[in-house]
């Protein structure tokens, strides 16, 4: 059973830092894609960030090179380093995972999904 919980959002200043944490269960990373996902009220879901199993990453151009995806497979857990925040980065966000090896499967839908956790970045 696939259990994903996110932790590490909260407030802060434009040009400010946060890293996001999330915990994954029942998830073998090197068979799985991790993405986060952000979505604002009323607002389309955006796919900020996947790494696959083999560790490639890719970003949505609006946070590459503010964002870092990355993964502890010893301790099962995905993390979002954000740098540089602006208050267009205001968001839910949300870890997700599907199985997957290769880069074109992590472009498919997402099956499990955290609760998420709120980011708000004021200017």
């Known amino acids: 059973q696939v259990q994903l919980v996110e932790s590490g959002g909260g407030s802060v200043q434009a040009g400010g830092s946060l890293r996001l944490s999330c915990a994954a269960s029942?998830?073998?990373?090197?068979?799985?894609?991790m993405a986060w996902f952000r979505q604002a009220p009323g607002k389309e879901r955006e796919r900020v960030a996947i790494i696959n199993g083999a560790g490639y990453r890719k970003y949505a151009d609006s946070v590459k090179g503010r964002f870092t995806i990355s993964k502890d497979n010893a301790e099962n857990t995905l993390y979002l380093q954000m740098n540089s925040l602006k208050p267009e980065d205001t968001r839910m966000y949300y870890c997700?995972?599907?199985?997957?090896?290769?880069?074109?499967?992590?472009?498919?839908?997402?099956?499990?999904w955290g609760q998420g956790t709120p980011v708000t970045v004021s200017s």
């Open positions: 997700a995972a599907r199985i997957g090896v290769y880069y074109e499967d992590c472009l498919e839908n997402y099956n499990y």
């Open positions: 029942g998830v073998t990373f090197g068979r799985f894609c």
